[in-house]
Each structure stands twice: as structure tokens, then as C-alpha cells.
């Protein structure tokens, strides 16, 4: 297939145009083409501008569910004027999406079951991703004119770029919030296991404190190291929250909840500061839960506070270091 440039401020492109990216070399490797049912995102480059970016395009097998999320996805990047989202195709039954390139990949694949040798997130790292991603929902909040409903926020979908620095992605179950008068958006549940909020679940009744309850069960999973949900463990301890209650419900026992991979090395009164905001996110009734701005208030705090680089306190020790799993 022929190289095709592609000019650097386009939006809507042709489908050959999408397709041929994944066919252009970088730094003299060819990068594959991505796989005909493989929705993941593969590198590529823009000719012209020597731009690494990812494509995705999407399986729209399942019907009308698929080409409605990309639908919805590429309204909400182009409402908000995303500066990841690189452009687009719509051509006939192709959907694709392309996007900045983010190195390191999604936020789950440095936390969850690491393989021998990688290093794991140390706790600067985790607040820095943290208040990254509580700025983003701010921004979708109270900067979005409509205000948006992220409604999908998990680890996988929290991608990192080569400073660690996160960037949301994945708004094809989006929504646009509450105006005006109304209270809430009513829809069809969509989500998640184990991220989404129970009031939401419950009563479809879609409002900004649903994205709040997502964001402390991630928030919980940065701390922990472990998934919201696993079914390899231990039936006890195959639901984050439920594993997690104890600790969060006594003050004195929030320290349990660090990951062991980060062998002590963390100010307790920061992960205290970090798993109280956790508990207040995942409240039951969304009216107890923070708004957004008043995460990144704290945070922003926390992050003043970093850990420096010393020696492990055998103190704050949960059992030595990880390997792969705890």
C-alpha cells in the first residue's frame, strides 16, 4: 500500500487514509497494520509531520451499540476540542479513531500483576496520575460547556504518556450532564463492574457524583495495587470495596491498605490524606461524596508533600516487596 501524508490539522479523513498509517515506518521499523477485530490501538506515524500516534478502529459487529459510541466518542473530542484526538474516519462500515500516542501504555498495566523485573509505580508517580486524572474530570465537569459524564472511568482507560502524566480516553459512553434545573440524566445503566456508582446502578439516574464514585474506586486501586475486581483471589478478596471496608471504616487502619510494592516508602499522613478521599468518593448515598474541585484542591496538596527518596520504614512495611501480586 502506497504511503499516503496526511495533512497535520485534518479531522475527517478517508478510510485508506486511516489505513495507511499503520503501514508508515518510524525510526525505520515498520509498525504493523492492526488486526481486522483487534479494537486496540496501534502505532503509527503522520508522514508529514512525523507524529507517533494510535489507531484504533472499532468492531462494529455488535450493531447499532458500536457505531453509536463512536459516535458519541467523536462528538465529545470534537465538542471539547481534544488536543489527543488526531482525527477520524467515517467512511461506509469503517470506524476509526486516531489518537497522540501515549508510550507507556493504559494505568492497569502498571499496576495489576506486573511481570518479574518491572519496576512498580512508586507513590509520587501514583498522586501525580491521580491528581492528573481529577483535573481531567474537572475539566469535563465545570470547564465543558455542556458539562460532560465521563461514565467510564477505569484503570484501562486512563492512558500515560513518557512523563507518567495521565489523559482520559474512551468517551464513547459519554454523556452530556445535567442543565439547568435537572438533577440528573436518566439512561440506560452502561459501565463497568465494580466502578459504577449503586445509586446509578439502581435507579439509572446518571449525575457528576457518578463519575465521583468511579474516581475513588480508582483512586482505591492506586493505592492498593490491586483490581476492582479478581477472580483469582480468594473469595473474600475478589471485590476491592468489600476487601477494603475494614480498613477504610478505622482511621488507624488506612495504612493496611498500601501496596506492599511500595515497601513503606510513602508519608503515612499522605496515604491517609489519599484513602479518606477514597472513602468519602465511594460513598453509597452520591450527596456525601466531594465534587471534583474539591479533590484536586486536595490533592494538589498532597502533591505537595512528595516522598522522598530514602530507605523503606519497616513501619509502614506491608509485607515486603510485590512480585506480580499480593
Known amino acids: 500500500m502506497d504511503e499516503v501524508e496526511i495533512p497535520r490539522n485534518w479531522n475527517d479523513c478517508s478510510y485508506r487514509e486511516c489505513l495507511s498509517l499503520a ?12 488486526e481486522q477485530n483487534d479494537d486496540s490501538p496501534k502505532n503509527a506515524v503522520i508522514a508529514e509531520a512525523q507524529t507517533t500516534v494510535a489507531v484504533k478502529q472499532l468492531n ?40 497522540e500516542y501515549m508510550p507507556f501504555g493504559s494505568l492497569d498495566t502498571h499496576l495489576f500483576d506486573l511481570p518479574f523485573g518491572k519496576q512498580p509505580l512508586d ?5 501525580k496520575i491521580a491528581l ?25 482507560n486512563i492512558l500515560l504518556d513518557e512523563d507518567f502524566s495521565p489523559k482520559l480516553s474512551d468517551f464513547g459512553l459519554a454523556k452530556i450532564g445535567p442543565v439547568g434545573d435537572k438533577t440528573h440524566v436518566s439512561t440506560r445503566v452502561m459501565g463497568t463492574q465494580g466502578y459504577c456508582a449503586p445509586d446509578y446502578v439502581v435507579s ?24 476492582v475486581y479478581d477472580a483469582s483471589r480468594p473469595r473474600p478478596e475478589r471485590y476491592l470495596l468489600t476487601w477494603a471496608k475494614p480498613f477504610m ?34 460513598q453509597r448515598q452520591p450527596h456525601f461524596r466531594p465534587i471534583i474541585d474539591d479533590v484536586v484542591i486536595a490533592l494538589k496538596h498532597i502533591a505537595r508533600s512528595p516522598q522522598p527518596a530514602r530507605a523503606p520504614s519497616r513501619s509502614h512495611c506491608q509485607g515486603g516487596t510485590r512480585v506480580g501480586r499480593y
Open 60 to 99: 462494529l459487529d455488535d450493531g447499532k451499540q458500536g457505531d453509536t459510541e463512536f459516535e458519541v466518542e467523536v462528538h465529545m473530542l470534537t465538542t471539547l476540542t481534544h488536543p489527543n484526538l488526531v482525527g477520524y474516519c467515517a467512511q461506509g462500515d469503517q470506524r476509526m479513531l486516531v489518537y
Open 249 to 282: 471504616q478505622d482511621r488507624n487502619l488506612l495504612h493496611m491498605l498500601a501496596d506492599p510494592a511500595l515497601v513503606g516508602r510513602y508519608p503515612l499522613s499522605a496515604l491517609n490524606q489519599l484513602a479518606t478521599i477514597s472513602v468519602m468518593c465511594v
Open 123 to 127: 507513590w509520587n508517580t501514583r498522586v
Open 204 to 227: 439509572g439516574r446518571l449525575t457528576m457524583k457518578s463519575d465521583m464514585y468511579s474516581f475513588g474506586v480508582l483512586l482505591l486501586e492506586l493505592i492498593t495495587g490491586r483490581m
Open 132 to 156: 492528573g486524572v481529577a483535573e481531567g474530570l474537572s475539566y469535563l465537569h465545570n470547564v465543558a460547556d455542556p458539562p460532560i459524564i465521563y461514565r467510564d472511568m477505569k484503570a484501562a
Open 23 to 34: 503501514w508508515i515506518p518510524c525510526h525505520g521499523q515498520l509498525i504493523s497494520r492492526r
